[in-house]
């Protein structure tokens, strides 16, 4: 989520600007965004017994937390570095960036397309979303076990996503191994699984196929729907 209006423009002027006009001597152009730690629609026990709430509080709280805060700071230190011509800096908070902006983008997706079971969470897609998956992957039986594939068999740390593709409208189901890495451009993630063992360990330990399978019965298919709308639309 990102920060707007006037009082998070005065939080990066306020914390930022100081600092990048020390190192360049006065100038700064431009603001930087604040990213912040979205709300979650549902309380960390909601997903119950899908998802444990332990797991749901730390995920949130400390370790999404910890990829904003890590943004934050990775884009502050770059302003600083390009203002101050340290090549070398640039390559390293520029990968500090894709990592901790890749895992907060990724989460507040994930975040948002799980809805307690039965409540938003579980079922089948409909509508448009459920004719696209039909078209491109033949049935929801069919995307489901090819989906649960892709999360089983991402190696150590990552997540399975589901990207719609504008350039020839196709739905794909790709891997990402952490949060940045293996990521294509032109393409908008519309529904994500995180296979990180901090998303599931707590509760499935060494199981995560369990764990993808249990997953399903809280997919928000309402907000995925409202996702591959908005990315046909754009
Ligand atoms: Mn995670």
Redesign the pocket.
């Known amino acids: 989520m990102v920060a707007t209006g006037a009082a998070a423009a005065a939080t990066v002027l306020a914390h930022a600007a100081p600092a990048i006009a020390a190192e360049s001597g006065g100038a700064t152009s431009g603001a930087l965004t604040v990213h912040e730690l979205p709300k979650l629609d549902y309380a960390y026990d909601a997903l119950e017994p899908h998802i444990d709430a332990q797991t749901m509080e730390l995920?949130h709280s400390k370790?999404?937390a910890a990829y904003v805060k890590g943004l934050n700071e990775a884009e502050q230190e770059l302003a600083k570095a390009r203002s101050a011509n340290e090549f070398p800096l640039i390559q390293h908070w520029s990968r500090r960036a894709a990592f901790n902006g890749g895992?907060h983008f990724l989460?507040s997706i994930?975040w948002k397309s799980m809805m307690p079971a039965g409540k938003g969470g579980g079922g089948d897609p409909k509508g448009a979303l459920l004719k696209k998956i039909n078209e491109d992957f033949g049935s929801v039986a069919a995307f489901k076990g090819q989906f649960a594939a892709a999360a089983n068999a991402v190696e150590a740390s990552g997540w399975a996503l589901l990207h719609y593709r504008p350039s020839d409208k196709r739905l794909l189901i790709l891997q990402a191994e952490n949060q940045h890495k293996l990521s294509p451009w032109g393409t908008e993630v519309i529904l994500g699984i995180?296979v990180?063992e901090?998303?599931y360990y707590l509760k499935y330990q060494n199981r995560r196929a369990d764990y993808v399978t249990a997953w399903w019965n809280v997919v928000a298919w309402d907000r995925v729907a409202e996702r591959l709308d908005s990315a046909q639309r754009a």
């Open positions: 995920h370790h999404h895992g989460h994930f995180d990180w901090h998303a």
